[in-house]
């Protein structure tokens, strides 16, 4: 069995700067907790409401309050803070589950990960029967932009359905697919490769809708047998089997910040003069 690649040990924690909530803004303080690994945030309300929890001195019981840059959070009489931004690459395997904790007792991805990794959140879902590239991060502003529609973000999967499809029947997927009150649009589909019993289709999407890929391709008849994300933002497994990750060189934390930058609308030229 391959060796798992494991970064470095746990931050220094400190007081400064407060990390992000996940829409951008500063985290209120049950949040605040979980991001700085000191409790879950189901965790996190207990603590708060037995008045465990101090900002600047001041004991709070409300999991609401937030906390501003430069306040001193203390648990128990102990600073808490932030720990430095990590950014990590999983190759999700079958059969796992993008959850803390799984009342089915399934395998999580978190078992995967080192003990003190357990702050990080996965940067949208895959399903049990999903493998492939899996982001996971404590940059809760990055993690935001990198997941909503607005931005964009390009995700590539790869389906292998029953049969031999030709390639018109793809055409609904770029048209969009009307589901359970939702409109889903690939922004390209196509054929990889075909056999005589099945087929290997290429979508790319710039949304992460639940099971979307799954639901446009029975929308169209077919049987997906497999389902594989090669692609987040332009993040590749490369050669990392199945269970093993490793920590995102810097080069491809700034593509990831590249890749949900808001497009400018090009500049539309003056009016010229008809004759």
Request: with cysteine.
């Amino acid at each position: 069995m391959r060796q798992r690649q494991r970064g470095r040990g746990p931050e220094t924690e400190g007081c400064t700067p407060v990390p992000d909530a996940d829409d951008g803004r500063p985290a209120r303080i049950q949040k605040f907790l979980a991001l700085c690994g000191a409790a879950s945030r189901r965790g996190a309300e207990p603590l708060i409401a037995a008045g465990r929890v101090r900002i600047n001195g001041v004991v709070v019981t409300n999991p609401a309050t937030p906390v501003g840059p430069g306040d001193l959070v203390e648990l128990d009489g102990v600073p808490v803070g932030p720990r430095e931004h990590r950014y990590v690459l999983l190759h999700k395997p079958l059969g796992t589950v993008c959850t803390r904790f799984d009342p089915q007792r399934r395998r999580t991805i978190y078992e995967l990960l080192p003990p003190d990794w357990g702050h990080l959140a996965y940067v949208g879902r895959l399903d049990i029967n999903t493998d492939g590239v899996l982001l996971l991060t404590n940059d809760g502003t990055l993690t935001y932009r990198l997941t909503r529609p607005e931005f964009e973000v390009e995700r590539d999967y790869e389906a292998t359905v029953r049969g031999k499809v030709r390639p018109e029947v793809l055409a609904p997927l770029l048209q969009g697919i009307r589901d359970e009150g939702e409109l889903m649009v690939a922004r390209s589909a196509c054929i990889v490769s075909t056999t005589p019993y099945s087929t290997i289709v290429a979508v790319k999407l710039t949304e992460g809708k639940n099971r979307e890929v799954r639901r446009m391709l029975e929308a169209l008849g077919l049987v997906v047998v497999r389902l594989t994300r090669v692609r987040f933002a332009g993040i590749e497994v490369g050669d990392l089997a199945p269970g093993d990750f490793r920590e995102l060189a810097p080069e491809e934390v700034e593509m990831l910040r590249r890749a949900c930058q808001p497009v400018a609308c090009p500049s539309r030229p003056p009016h010229s003069r008809g004759p």
